[in-house]
Structures are given as structure tokens and as C-alpha cells.
């Protein structure tokens, strides 16, 4: 009897203490991780909060170099050639502007520029219309003698070279119109055989009327 007893309180006694060897150890569980976000065979998000980018790697665009050079072929150069201004101008010289259409009335008559002292070969004289550039056309004279019968008076200065006598030289320059906005305008300057600046002046002049300067050579 006291043998069946005392195997009955040890059989008790190790339950007791397996019990709470069970209680003490955490139970432990495997954690199953699985891929986010999957990419589908185009390179696409199927799911979660990523931006959804389309895929650029498998696409071949379209490309012919061909197109572009036969549809919209390149060109270094315009079309049209430049031309000099005032080209393809028609005025009539014998015509300016009326006072109605926005002209004026006041004639401009001869004018004296002065005279200046040179004693070089020759002197370059270039004109440029200085205001409004409108179509003013000029003829020059030296002594009395057409040596350009017809300037084109533009944004540039353009001119001619003159030999010179002893003694006095005059040289016009003849209004030959008003161009579209009257009276005729013009820089006109003066050089030296060495190209320095000896002379500069302007000029307002009706139809007809002269700008004279007198070049005078020892």
C-alpha cells in the first residue's frame, strides 16, 4: 500500500513541474514570408502602394532616321537670298511725301557745308541717310563734273574716292528726291588719304537742291 502511494505522489509531483516547465517556455512559431509587390512579366506592379511606372525595357519604339531627314529635311541656309536694303525700292524722284499725307511743306533750298583744307592725293567721301531710311537718293559733283549719278542713301555709309586738283574743289550733292518722308537727309564725312577723319556734316534738302563743300589743295 505505501508503495502504490508513494508512486502515486511522484507521478503528481512530475506533472506539476512539467506543467509549468510548458507555462515558462514561449511557444515558438514559424513566420512565412512572402514577396511583396510582385513585378509582373512586363515589369508592372500588380499590387501594393509603389507607383505603378509602365515598363520602358521591353519596348522598341518606332524609329526611322530616314523619315527625318527625307520629311523635314535641314537646312543651313534661308529659302530667300539677302539683298541690300532698299532693293526692289520704286520712287519716283520727282515725288515726296504731300503735306496731307503726313509731309511738310517748308522747301529746303541750296546749302553751303563750308570748306576745308587738304593737300593728300585724294579724299574719301561716304554719305549715309542719318534719320528715317526712306529711299533718299543724292547725285555728286566735283567741279561741275557727275562722278556718281545716283546714291542710294541708306543705314550705312557708303561712298567714293575723289583726286584732287590744286586750288579749289567743289563738291554737290544734288537732292534727286525726298524719298517717302520729305526732306532729303544725309551724314555726309570726309577722309584723307590716310583715313583719318578731316570732315563731317549733314544735311536737309528739298528736291533739286544742292549741298555744297569746297576742298581746297595748296
Known sequence: ???????????????????????????QKPLKIETGNKLDP????DKGTSLRIPSVIDKNPDISLKDSLNKNPVKMLPDRELVQAGYGMKIDPKIGKTEKEGGTSQRFGDMYMGDIKNNGKFVGIVCRDHEYVDGDRVKIYLNDKVVDPNVL?????????????????RLDFEALNEGSSSPNTAQVDVYDDQGALIYSNKWLLSTGSKATLIITKE
Open 153 to 169: 542713301l541708306t543705314g550705312t555709309f557708303k561712298g567714293i574716292n575723289l583726286d584732287l586738283e590744286k586750288g579749289f574743289n
Open 1 to 27: 500500500m505505501a508503495k502504490i502511494y508513494v508512486g502515486f505522489l511522484f507521478t503528481c509531483l512530475f506533472l506539476s513541474f512539467n506543467g509549468y516547465g510548458q507555462t515558462d517556455i514561449p511557444t
Open 42 to 45: 512586363n515589369g508592372t506592379n
